[in-house]
């Protein structure tokens, strides 16, 4: 669940640029002025449009904008578990979110492969 004022964002200029948003600033106070131009480190985060209903709502104030880092994690997760079942590889995937092979296996819950990924070294099998 994501906390009000995201919810809210989300209202307000949609959930991928509102996401992009908590990505980039997360855990920060935002300023939003009455008037004026969109910082420079928002240029590739939202539009035009989505900055001036943001002004328009919260101009002359700061927003505390959360992190939402569990909710993240969770959306993270379910987009890879359903990339799995989708048929994307473990190497496919590593590619794509920069994880590591291991905790893709954690995340989607097995084995890739019926090798173990670590030989046991108590193992009396050498």
Not at 20 to 43: E, H, M, N, S
Not at 120 to 126: A, P
């Amino acid at each position: 669940m994501l906390p009000g004022i995201v919810q809210e964002l989300v209202c307000l200029i949609g959930e991928a640029e509102a996401l992009r948003l908590v990505k980039v600033v997360g855990g920060q106070a935002l300023f939003f002025p009455t008037i004026g131009d969109k910082p420079a480190y928002l240029a590739e985060v939202l539009t035009e449009g989505a900055w001036l209903k943001l002004c328009h709502r919260f101009g002359g104030g700061y927003v505390y904008i959360p992190k939402c880092h569990r909710t993240m994690l969770l959306q993270r997760n379910q987009w890879i578990r359903q990339a799995r079942a989708d048929g994307k590889s473990i190497r496919d995937l590593v590619c794509l979110t920069g994880l590591t092979d291991r905790q893709l296996i954690t995340i989607c819950g097995g084995s890739d492969s019926g090798e173990a990924l670590q030989m046991d070294l108590l193992s009396d099998d050498t």
